[in-house]
Structure formats: structure tokens, C-alpha cells
């Protein structure tokens, strides 16, 4: 299912992908393919879930996504099996990958607490220069298939670590493994609306996403082709992008 504003629903217009084991060919399941329409209420429940999420302390911010990460330890088993039997690749692989993600979490709630600011000399003794970080808004990440728990968990731990919310598009090929994923960090208590997730053709999803003045930063795990075209997305509204390609 998809998840919007702290929903779990299936696309508006039934559009649906088969989603199939790569080992046996068998189909396990479908995936709802999200519309314009959700995709604009996704939009909108991010940029609302953002002026909550960024008024959270930093220390507060640490304990949900701490408990998010105690989940994701707790529900390893499960989350591994399915990683295989979407992804392929070995469980002792998916079951090192999900621990990867648990601490991943750990160490963005920790560094969280240590986004520091720096004092500037001034020229004039009377003055102080102060320089603050905060978080830049609504965020985007897409996600590869080949780490389908790595590339999902860094990408919502360090946007959430940092105060910003976010929409994840996941590889059409790995969706349960980031749905599982995303239930701990529901199930830890996340507001609604501060995690969307949402499945479907790649290009018309990222074209629209990145074409609204909604979201702020826009991050890849991908290809290098794909990367070059999310940029040029996302230079018409001035994204800020980092890719890893």
C-alpha cells in the first residue's frame, strides 16, 4: 500500500504493478501505482507534517527515531525474509543489511543532536555573527533496487534526523522491504504526513514530485543517466541534490 498523511491506501485510480520473486518468476504481490491525486495530497501532508516536525528538538527527534530503530531490530526476521524474496539476494545478505539500516538510524538520531552553528568574527567589536542550521524543508528520495533497505532507511533517518520531512519512492522491484521499514518508524510514533511512501512508473512520479515548489531537496541512489535527469528536474525550481550514482 501506499502511505499518505499516515494512511495506508491503495492507489486512487487502481492502477496496480505485479510484483514478482526474481528467483521463481512467481507474482507475490501487487503494487498500487499512486496518481496525480496522491500524489498532490502526499505533497501537501508533507509540507504540513514539516512545520510540526521542525519545531521538535533535536533530543526529541533522537528517542523516535531511536524507537524506530529498536523496531526495525526487533522485526529483523520478517523484514529480511521479504528483502529476499523481492531483491534475491541471499538472507544471510538481507539479514546484514537490515542490522546495517538499524544502525544506521542509531547513528543519524545521534548526529542529529550535533548539527552545530559557528560564531563568525566580526568587524565591530559591538556585534555578534551567528550562523544557525536548520532544517531546508520537504524532502525527496529515490531509491535503487540492489539496496532496497539500506537505500530507503538513510535516506528517511537522515532527512528526519535533520528536521525535515519526507516522500520516498522506492524501487518498484522492492516494495515490501521498504514498507516494512516504514511501519517502525510509524509504529515508533513519527507524526502523520512526516514519511510518505509511494509506488508507481518512475518517470512520470519523479517528474512530478520534483516539479512542485514543495519539496526542497531532492536525494538519489540510482543510475548516472537518471541522476543527470532528476538534476535538470530539479535546477527549474532550484533543488538542492545529492546523488549517489
Known sequence: ELLID??????????????????????????PCASIEDLDRALNATQRAFEEWKQLTAAQRWTLLSKAADLLEARKPEISRVLTQENGKSLQEATGEVQFCVDAIRWYAEEGKRAYGRIIPARNPLVRQSVLKEPVGP??????????????????????????????????????????????????????????LVFGPPGPISEYLIGSPIPKKVSLTGSTPVGKTLQKLAADTLKRCTMEL
Not at 6 to 26: D, H, I, K, R
Not at 172 to 179: I, R, S, W
Open 139 to 196: 524532502a525527496l528520495g529515490f531509491a535503487a533496487w540492489n539496496f532496497p533497505a539500506g537505500n530507503v532507511a538513510l535516506k528517511i533517518a537522515g532527512a528526519l534526523a535533520a528536521g525535515c520531512s519526507i516522500i520516498v519512492k522506492p524501487s518498484n522491484e522492492t516494495p515490501g522491504t521498504a514498507v516494512g521499514i516504514v511501519r517502525c518508524f510509524q509504529d515508533a510514533g513519527i507524526p502523520a504526513g512526516v514519511i510518505g
Open 6 to 31: 499516515g494512511a495506508w491506501c491503495l492507489g486512487s485510480e487502481g492502477e496496480t504493478l505485479p510484483l514478482l520473486n526474481p528467483a521463481t518468476g512467481e507474482e507475490i504481490a501487487t503494487i
